[in-house]
């Protein structure tokens, strides 16, 4: 799922649920190494966790916003807060490692 400058409050700082928001770019390769990543951990885990995609080219006050200067960076909000922030691609395994500490039920068995 994408989300906009515009949209970005109502779908990631208001969701009940844990959002990992993927802020990305076109012309980066490391994004399109990590998109699979992202695709497959959104479907196993619907419902606990929701994975948006945000354009950095295309929104740029959102990327501002939360000073983001590195594609791809994750960002993690709980309750409408960022709780963790990682840059650069990595491995599924690596990535639910990564964010257990802030999500315990992903980290790999």
């Not at 109502?10 to 980066?28: H, I």
């Not at 998109?35 to 501002?64: C, F, W």
């Not at 590195?70 to 709780?83: A, N, Y």
Request: hydrophobic letters at 45%; charged letters at 25%.
């Amino acid at each position: 799922m994408s989300v906009t400058d515009d949209t970005f409050a109502a779908e990631v700082l208001t969701s009940e649920l844990p959002v990992l928001v993927d802020f990305t770019a076109d012309w980066c390769k490391p994004c399109r190494q990590i998109a699979p990543v992202l695709a497959g951990m959104a479907a196993q885990e619907a419902g606990r966790l929701k994975i948006v995609r945000l354009d950095v080219d295309t929104n740029p006050r959102t990327q501002a916003a939360y000073g983001v200067l590195s594609m791809p960076t994750l960002i993690l909000f709980r309750t409408g807060e960022p709780v963790k922030s990682l840059v650069g691609a990595r491995p599924e395994r690596r990535l639910r490692q990564e964010l257990a500490d802030e999500l315990p039920w992903l980290a790999p068995s």
